[in-house]
């Protein structure tokens, strides 16, 4: 199994391009996760879905469109980018299992894509 | 709002015990989660804790006492393999989203 891909892992916009970041997993899980990460911040949620067609915004959706049309797909948009965009994006996706008593959901992330704004 | 609190940096030599904290506000809260995060790498998973107690994998142990909205991740024997970002993460409500906090880096010498 390739477990969670991302694609492109670099890529460098101008102000006001747009681009999509493409994730897949093949570990047929239903949920899955868009993060930023910035340095000293952690990782934010932007995006996420619970199953195929649905989506839900997380702590920083401005600026970010994603779409589920296929399980194993997750896209995220960005239709103008900016400078502030600039950042890791991680994508995440999760299964239910029972874990230590309760029921836990344990992301799987794949490498991240580098996105420079200029 | 939604906070959790870990420190930023902590230092440790090899062999050594270490433990590193974390507390949260939440107005929600599904359990806590343990991720690590290796320079220029993916966080991947290491523990959860749904219920209060010590939980154990390997060199690894994670506690959560939600009365004190307080966990802590326990690693012993510390390998310089360890040096790495830890971040917790709480679930905060009946989803499958997490809030993750903002990492704590930890470098182990020899």
């Known amino acids: 199994n390739a477990g969670v891909t991302q694609t492109p892992k670099f890529r460098v916009l101008k102000t006001g391009q747009s681009m999509t970041l493409l994730c897949a997993q093949d570990?047929?899980?239903?949920?899955m996760y868009w993060y930023r990460q910035d340095p000293g911040m952690g990782l934010r949620l932007i995006h996420y879905s619970v199953g195929e067609g649905t989506t839900a915004k997380g702590e920083v959706p401005d600026g970010y469109n994603v779409s589920r049309l296929k399980k194993q797909n997750f896209l995220l948009g960005l239709e103008s980018a900016a400078p502030s965009q600039t950042s890791v994006y991680f994508c995440?996706?999760?299964?239910?299992?029972?874990?230590?008593?309760?029921?836990?959901?344990?992301?799987?992330f794949g490498p991240g894509t580098r996105l420079t704004v200029t | 709002g939604q906070s959790l609190e870990q420190p930023s940096e902590v230092t440790a030599v090899e062999g050594a015990i270490v433990q590193i904290n974390c507390t949260y506000q939440t107005s929600g809260f599904y359990g806590l989660s343990w991720y690590q995060q290796h320079d220029g790498g993916a966080p991947t998973f290491l523990s959860y804790n749904g219920l209060d107690g010590l939980e154990e994998t390997g060199r690894f142990s994670s506690f959560l006492s939600r009365s004190d909205s307080y966990g802590y991740l326990l690693l012993q024997e510390l390998q310089m393999k360890d040096s790495a970002s830890y971040f917790c993460?709480?679930?905060?409500?009946?989803?499958?989203?997490?809030?993750f906090g903002k990492g704590t880096t930890l470098s182990v010498s020899s």
């Open positions: 570990m047929n899980h239903e949920y």
């Open positions: 995440a996706s999760s299964y239910s299992r029972r874990l230590a008593g309760a029921t836990a959901y344990e992301q799987y």
């Open positions: 993460a709480v679930r905060r409500q009946a989803g499958t989203a997490l809030i």
